[in-house]
C-alpha cells in the first residue's frame, strides 16, 4: 500500500532524510521510532505530499505522490504532529469543514462519518466547545478524529498517543489495532510499549537514515534477551 | 462606518451640493489601503502561524483550489461590506435625484478594485507567517499602487521632475486610482475591467507558486 523508494529531504544545507526506502503492506502496524530529530515527522510530510522530496518518492496506493498528490491525499486519514486545527471552530464545525473537504457534502452523508468518529474518539463531552479551549489530550483526539473520519484505506500517525491520558492511550492502542486488519498504518512514536504492544512491524531511523527494519520477533531474536529500550538505545546512542 | 464619516469630513460631501457620492467613491482607493489588507493579512500568515497549513494541504484539494476558495470568500465579504454603504445612495436619492448609472459603475468599480487589492494581500500573507508583516507590507505596495496615479503625485513627476508625458502616463497606468476614476464618473471602461481582474489573477497565480515552493 505505501512503497517509500530512497527517500532524500533536505531542508537548505541539513539532510533531515537520507535515502529512505520501506514498503508497508495492508494488515501492517508499522512502528516508526527515532531519536528526536531523527527525521520521523519529515518522512511523514514528504508521504503526505506536503513536502516536495529532493529526490527519491512514495508509492501510496498506486499513486506516485510527486505526480498525483490529491489521489494519495484521499487515500489517507493524516495525522499531523501536535495536531494542529482551526481554533476558533468547534470541534463539530472543524469536523463538518473536514468532511465537506473530503467531499462529503451533504449533512445525510457526514452527520454519519462525523457521529462515528465522535463516538469513537470519545468527543462527545466537547463536541460544541470551541478547539482552542481544548486541553492538549482532547485536541490530539480531535486530530485522530479528523483522521479517521473517510475511514481511509492508509493512516499515517505522527505521535497519536502524545499527550493522551493512560486510559486514553489504551484505548487508541485498542482502536488502531482492531483498524489494522484492513489497513495500511504508519505511526511514529517515542513510546517503546506502545511499539511492542501493537506493531507488527518496527522500523528505527537515526539522522535520517534507517537502521533497523524488521518485525519485533526478529529484533529480539537477533538481540537476544535484550529490551527494546536496550536495541532502540545501542543503535541510536552511537550517532548523538 | 468610518469610511462614510471620512468621505464626510474629507471628501467635501457637503460642499459639492450636488446629489452625487462622487467624493464618497472617489475616496475609496485610500480607504482600501487600510481596509482590505485588515481582511486579507490573515489569510495564509494564520494557516501557517498556527501550523493548520499542513492540516489544509494534506487534505484532498489543490493549490489552486485551495487559493481560490480562500480569495472568494474573503472577497465576497469585501463586498457585503461595500454593499451596506447602501443607505448613502438612499440618503442622496431622498436628497436630491443622482444617477443611478453612475452609481452602479461605482459600485462594481469598487468591487473590482476590492479584488484587486485582496489579491495582493493574499500574496503577501503567503510569504510570512507574521500578520503584522503581512499587513503593512500589503499596505505598503497598495499605497504605492494608489499614489502612482494620484493627481498631486503625476503632475509632480510630470512638472517638477519633467518627465515625459508617456512615462507619467506609463506610471500612472499601473495605479488603482486611473483605472477607479472612470468607474466614479460612470465609464465602465473594459480597460479598467481588465486591469482588476487580471492583477488579481497575477496575484493568485504568484500565490500558488510561493505556496508550493
Ligand atoms: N522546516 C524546517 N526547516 C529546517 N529544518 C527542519 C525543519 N523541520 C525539521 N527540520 C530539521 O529536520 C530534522 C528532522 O526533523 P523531524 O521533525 O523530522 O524529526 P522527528 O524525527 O520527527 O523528531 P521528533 O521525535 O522530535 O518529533 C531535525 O534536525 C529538524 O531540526
Ligand atoms: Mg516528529
Known amino acids: 500500500m505505501i512503497e517509500v523508494q530512497g527517500l532524500v529531504k533536505n531542508y537548505g544545507a541539513l539532510r533531515a532524510v537520507d535515502g529512505v526506502s520501506f514498503k508497508v503492506n495492508r494488515g501492517d502496524i508499522l512502528g516508526f521510532l527515532g531519536p528526536n530529530g531523527a527525521g520521523k515527522s519529515t518522512t511523514m510530510k514528504v508521504i503526505m505530499g506536503f513536502l516536495r522530496p529532493t529526490a527519491g518518492t512514495a508509492i501510496v496506493g498506486g499513486h506516485d505522490v510527486t505526480v498525483d498528490p490529491v489521489a494519495v491525499k484521499r487515500m489517507v486519514g493524516y495525522l499531523p504532529e501536535n495536531a494542529p486545527a482551526y481554533p476558533e471552530m468547534t470541534v463539530e464545525e472543524f469536523l463538518g469543514f473536514i468532511a465537506e473537504v473530503r467531499g462529503f457534502r451533504t449533512i445525510a452523508q457526514s452527520r454519519p462519518r462525523i457521529e462515528r468518529v465522535v463516538d469513537l474518539c470519545h468527543l462527545t463531552q466537547v463536541r460544541r466547545q470551541t478547539i482552542e479551549t481544548l486541553s492538549k489530550g482532547f485536541k490530539q483526539r480531535v486530530g485522530f478524529a479528523q483522521a479517521l473520519l473517510h475511514d481511509p484505506p492508509v493512516l499515517v500517525l505522527d505521535e497519536p498517543t502524545d499527550g493522551l491520558d493512560p486510559n486514553q492511550k489504551h484505548e487508541v492502542r485498542n482502536l488502531i489495532k482492531q483498524m489494522a486488519a484492513e489497513k495500511a498504518i504508519i505511526l511514529s512514536t517515542h513510546i517503546l510499549e506502545e511499539v511492542e504492544a501493537i506493531c507488527t512491524r518496527i522500523i528505527i531511523i537515526t539522522r535520517g537514515k534507517v537502521v533497523v527494519d524488521a518485525t519485533p520477533e526478529e529484533l529480539h531474536a537477533r538481540h537476544a534477551g535484550a529490551q527494546l529500550e536496550e536495541i532502540f538505545r545501542d543503535l541510536t546512542q552511537t550517532d548523538t | ?213
Request: glycine share 8%.
Open chain 2, 1 to 213: 462606518m468610518a469610511s462614510v464619516g471620512c468621505a464626510f469630513f474629507l471628501g467635501g460631501f457637503f460642499n459639492a451640493n450636488m446629489a452625487s457620492l462622487e467624493s464618497y467613491f472617489a475616496f475609496l482607493p485610500w480607504l482600501f489601503i487600510a481596509f482590505v489588507p485588515a481582511v486579507g493579512m490573515r489569510l495564509w500568515s494564520e494557516e501557517k502561524r498556527a501550523g493548520t497549513i499542513e492540516l489544509l494541504f494534506t487534505l484532498p484539494v489543490t493549490t489552486l483550489e485551495a487559493v481560490l476558495a480562500k480569495f472568494l470568500a474573503s472577497w465576497a465579504f469585501l463586498c457585503l461590506a461595500i454593499l451596506l454603504s447602501f443607505p448613502m445612495v438612499l440618503t442622496v436619492a431622498y436628497l436630491g435625484d443622482p444617477d443611478w448609472g453612475v452609481i452602479v459603475s461605482s459600485y462594481l468599480g469598487c468591487l473590482l478594485m476590492a479584488g484587486a487589492y485582496l489579491g495582493i494581500c493574499s500574496l503577501t500573507s503567503a510569504f510570512t507567517k507574521n500578520q503584522v508583516i503581512s499587513f503593512v507590507v500589503s499596505v505598503f505596495i497598495c499605497f504605492v499602487l494608489v499614489l502612482l496615479g494620484w493627481s498631486i503625485f503625476t503632475d509632480f513627476l510630470g512638472g517638477y521632475l519633467a518627465l515625459p508625458a508617456w512615462l507619467v502616463d506609463l506610471v500612472s497606468n499601473f495605479s488603482f486610482k486611473s483605472h477607479f476614476d472612470g468607474f466614479v464618473k460612470g465609464i465602465i471602461d473594459p480597460k479598467d475591467v481588465i486591469f482588476f481582474l487580471s492583477l488579481a489573477g497575477f496575484c493568485l497565480f504568484l500565490n500558488v507558486l510561493v505556496l508550493e515552493r
